[in-house]
């Protein structure tokens, strides 16, 4: 059994999230809600925050580009899309170039949804296990390090 993928919406009330969201659930996914950036912030502050992130443009307390300073701030590796009423070429051309891993509106197209899910979801997790495989190289390099910083204060 495969294990589901979550997925965090950033929104206050938007019918267009509410939209996605039941796009994103018929995709098998798990979706988590947060109706502002402190509670975004909160939420992807923890240890395994979720790998994916839907934001609307304006929140009650921010935009979308404060959601892409929080997800740059997670533990752990995070791809935010930015979600928009309009299509609008020069946003769009803002929010990548900004960090969002892409952009997207209504009306969501099930087979062009599923393939932004799935290029973000495979960024992720590649993001993901080189920052683990990196954390792992340097807990090796330490270990010798502390064991002789550890033998010099029991000898003294």
Do not use: C
């Amino acid at each position: 059994m495969t294990e589901k993928i979550t997925a965090l919406l950033v929104h206050q009330n938007s019918e267009t999230l509410a939209i996605l969201k039941g796009a994103l659930e018929r995709q098998g996914m798990h979706i988590l809600q947060a109706e502002s950036r402190a509670v975004a912030k909160r939420m992807l502050g923890g240890l395994n925050p979720a790998p994916l992130v839907f934001t609307d443009t304006h929140l009650p307390d921010g935009t979308w580009a404060d959601i892409l300073a929080v997800a740059e701030n997670a533990k752990r590796p995070v791809n935010v899309i930015v979600v928009a009423r309009l299509v609008d070429t020069r946003f769009y051309v803002e929010a990548i170039e900004t960090g969002a891993f892409d952009f997207i509106a209504p009306p969501f197209n099930a087979t062009d949804l599923a393939y932004v899910v799935r290029s973000a979801i495979d960024n992720v997790v590649t993001r993901r296990s080189t920052q683990a495989l990196a954390t792992r190289t340097v807990k090796k390099a330490l270990v010798p390090e502390v064991r002789e910083v550890d033998a010099r204060l029991t000898s003294s």
